[in-house]
Structure formats: structure tokens, C-alpha cells
């Protein structure tokens, strides 16, 4: 073997060497480049899906617990509902005279006219009758309490329930002396009311 046939042979083994090298790298990269690829993308598709899991899940426990929130709020909602509606004239009249609230003793600190107001509210709502709680201003911080019903066919009537009579109430007046009830010890002008239905 002379020199060239020895350069020849180094050269030829340089060459495949280089190749050889170049060729384990690219596979190397391949390799890596579609693993790397391929995990990520297992990855990502993964998470993807157990993220999507995750929502379907969530809007599915949402959809569950809207629907039991719905469900519970419409079953207490029909166990509480309660309808009232305005009466005649005449039911009105009928009510007041079944009802036994103008029979109780007023008694001054313990069952006052506020009780006797209250009571017949109560009362006529638990028969689905729409009744108000009217509070009228005196001077002098004093008042007075009636009840009202809003009649179908003849309007606003005030009603004093401690005798079942329809009474006027008129700013600027004295309800007693309006409704001609014995006077009470102060000054009974009605300074102003408020309905509270
Ligand atoms: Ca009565």
C-alpha cells in the first residue's frame, strides 16, 4: 500500500464516518423530534381532553346543581305560595262579620289598637283576602291604627277594627271626630298616614 492508496483508505473511512455521523444524528433528531412530537402532542391531547372532561364534568355537576337549586326553589316556592286577592265590597262585609277580632278587650299596653289591626290582617290573608295595615299620625308623636281593604267594586275602604266600622281618614281631620267616636285625651287630628299593604 503507498501513500495514496493509504490517504485513499483514511479519506474513505473519514467519509463513511462523517456519513455514519451525520446519519445517526438525523436519525437522533428524527427520533427525537417525533417523540418530542408525538409525548406533546399526547400531552396536549391529554390535557385537552381531561381538561374537556374536566368542563363536561363541571357543567354537568352546574347543570345538576341548577336544576336541584330550580327544583328545591320551585317545590318550597309552590309550598309557600300564597295568593291574595282584593275582595267586594260585600266579602269585605262578610269577612269583618265572621271574623271574631273586634270581640277581644282592648287593653291599654298589652292589646291596643296596633293588636286589633294586626290581627285582622292576619286573619283575612290567611283566607287569601288582601288586607292593609294603615298607621295614622297624631300630633304630639301619638297615632292610631286601623286596617283597609281594597275593594273590587267600591274602592279603598278603611276599616276600624276594634268595631268593624268603615271609617274616613282624612289628613287635616280628627278621626274621631270624623268617625264620631268619643275623643281621645290628646289631639286626634290626622297629621298623615301610611297604607302598608
Ligand atoms: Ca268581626
Not at 295568593?83 to 267586594?88: A, G, H, I, K, M
Not at 274602592?155 to 274621631?176: I, N, R
Amino acid at each position: 500500500m503507498d501513500n495514496s492508496q493509504r490517504l485513499g483508505t483514511i479519506l474513505g473511512l473519514m467519509i463513511a464516518m462523517v456519513i455514519l455521523c451525520s446519519g445517526t444524528a438525523f436519525i437522533s433528531y428524527s427520533y427525537g423530534q417525533h417523540i418530542g412530537y408525538s409525548s406533546g402532542y399526547q400531552s396536549r391531547h391529554q390535557s385537552t381532553l381531561s381538561q374537556m372532561d374536566v368542563q363536561i364534568q363541571a357543567k354537568q355537576a352546574d347543570y345538576q346543581a341548577g336544576y336541584e337549586a330550580g327544583r328545591q326553589a320551585a317545590l318550597k316556592d309552590t309550598s309557600n305560595r300564597f295568593s291574595l286577592r282584593n275582595p267586594t265590597f260585600q266579602e269585605t262585609m262578610d269577612f269583618l262579620a265572621r271574623d271574631k277580632t273586634n270581640e277581644n278587650k282592648y287593653v291599654e299596653g298589652q292589646y291596643v289598637c296596633v293588636d286589633f289591626s294586626h290581627e285582622v290582617n292576619n286573619n283575612a290573608e290567611a283566607q287569601g283576602i288582601r288586607c292593609a295595615v294603615v298607621d295614622i299620625f297624631y300630633p304630639e308623636g301619638k297615632g292610631h291604627t286601623i286596617v283597609a281593604f281594597e275593594t273590587t267594586d267600591k274602592g279603598l275602604q278603611f276599616v276600624e277594627p276594634q268595631f268593624d266600622h268603615l271609617v274616613s281618614v282624612e289628613v287635616g281631620k280628627s278621626y274621631s271626630q270624623t268617625n264620631r267616636y268619643k275623643a281621645p285625651p290628646g289631639d286626634d287630628t290626622i297629621l298623615r298616614y301610611l297604607i302598608t299593604w
